[in-house]
């Protein structure tokens, strides 16, 4: 190849480079998106986007009622797995006292303590709806565990107290931990929470009251308040060796803890707890017969108000029971618990606003409709049918 040829080749390269680059540069400027090519391509990322934000909500509102069922779940679990511990172990003896009682609080103050702080609006209502032992309301179930399930007992349900026996070491020497009888308690309490000292929001909280067995450092115990459930140790006696204030005072079975004392709480959000309570009888059907709350026949009470004393005459045979109130021999127990948004709504209607809430119109102006409408609306209730072992001491 001679020089001429060479720089011809190398022209001719240089010509055609330039007009590569321009071919390009012309299919660059002339490929770009149209108009329309842009509202498709925004119309898809449109409608993607809306089927990710839809997947995401419903994960999120998945999450939190599964978060919230288990957390209802989970005090639920815990009151009823220590109802039963402490149901099974009761003891009674046939020496005419009380040695088991259930009251139904449903009074204006609300419960025996004294200590139920009554919300400044829209409160729970005293009597009215929330009293239906019977479940009396005509969309309610027929069968037994549906009545008992949807069943009111009172402004604060029931006040249930009876004697069990403690599970401490039978080997150790101090009256506090040792396997002697004990005095329990349950019931609900409405008051502020500890931690919130402003008093802005309050709480529905449902106690476990515990007296020790015996004296400890001076202060008395279940020895010497005597076995009858119903004496004032455990109620009114306010003796400075004997006060509610006092963790394990034979008077906290009542009184469980001074206002800022949440010692004996194993749960919040409780807004309703009952039971119903049976003895053995061949005679009835299932062979258990109704004895709270129940007329004198055996059937539940819509209403009834009365307490359940069981006690034994002395001396009585326990066939002898008759119509009297006896020891039970099976409890059903069922508690009611607010979710976390539950709690947060009646919290909000509880509280002193203005302007004032207004009662929605689908409760048709009835301030006792919309509390009870919110509150079932926002929690689970849950049962549970516990077989006493008692045997006399």
């Known amino acids: 190849m001679n020089a001429s040829d060479s720089k011809l080749t190398v022209a001719e390269w240089v010509r055609s480079a330039r007009r590569t680059r321009e071919s390009a540069l012309h299919r660059n400027h002339t490929c770009g998106f149209t108009l329309v090519e842009l509202l498709v391509a925004a119309g898809i990322t449109a409608v993607l986007a809306g089927f990710l934000a839809v997947i995401v909500g419903n994960v999120s509102t998945t999450w939190s009622r599964a978060s919230t069922r288990l957390g209802a779940d989970a005090q639920a679990r815990l009151v009823l797995d220590q109802l039963q511990l402490d149901l099974q172990g009761a003891r009674y003896r046939d020496d005419g006292n009380v040695w088991f009682a259930v009251d139904v609080l449903n009074n204006s103050t609300g419960n025996a303590t004294g200590l139920w702080q009554i919300a400044p609006r829209n409160p729970k209502p005293v009597g009215g709806l929330s009293l239906d032992l019977a479940a009396t309301r005509a969309e309610l179930r027929s069968d037994e565990r549906g009545k008992l399930r949807s069943s009111r007992f009172g402004t604060a349900g029931v006040w249930l107290r009876f004697f069990t026996t403690s599970r401490g070491s039978n080997a150790a020497t101090s009256p506090a931990t040792v396997s002697a009888p004990v005095a329990v308690g349950y019931q ?16 529905y909280l449902l106690h476990r009251s515990e007296a020790r067995p015996a004296t400890v450092n001076g202060r008395i115990g279940v020895l010497e308040a005597g076995y009858n459930i119903t004496s004032a140790n455990y109620t009114t006696s306010t003796s400075s060796t004997n006060s509610g204030a006092i ?55 819509p209403a009834q108000t009365s307490r359940l004393r069981g006690s034994l005459p002395a001396d009585t045979p326990v066939a002898q029971w008759g119509a009297a109130q006896p020891f039970p021999d099976v409890v059903d127990v069922m508690i009611r618990v607010l979710t976390e948004k539950g709690a947060e709504l009646i919290a909000d209607m509880e509280k002193v606003k203005t302007p004032a809430l207004v009662v929605p119109q689908k409760y048709n102006g009835n301030a006792q409709q919309w509390w009870w409408g919110v509150a079932e609306e926002n929690s689970r209730v849950y049962t549970r049918r516990i077989v006493l072992n008692a045997r006399p001491l």
């Open 188 to 203: 609900i309490v409405r008051r502020f929470t500890a931690t919130n000292p402003a008093n802005t929001e309050s709480a």
């Open 247 to 301: 963790t394990g005072d034979p008077r906290s079975v009542q009184v469980p803890g001074a206002v800022r004392n949440l010692d004996s709480i194993i749960a919040d959000h409780v807004i309703d707890f009952g039971v119903r309570c049976y003895v053995r009888d061949a005679g009835q059907p299932g062979n258990l017969r109704l004895v709270f709350p129940a007329t004198p026949g055996g059937a539940v009470a």
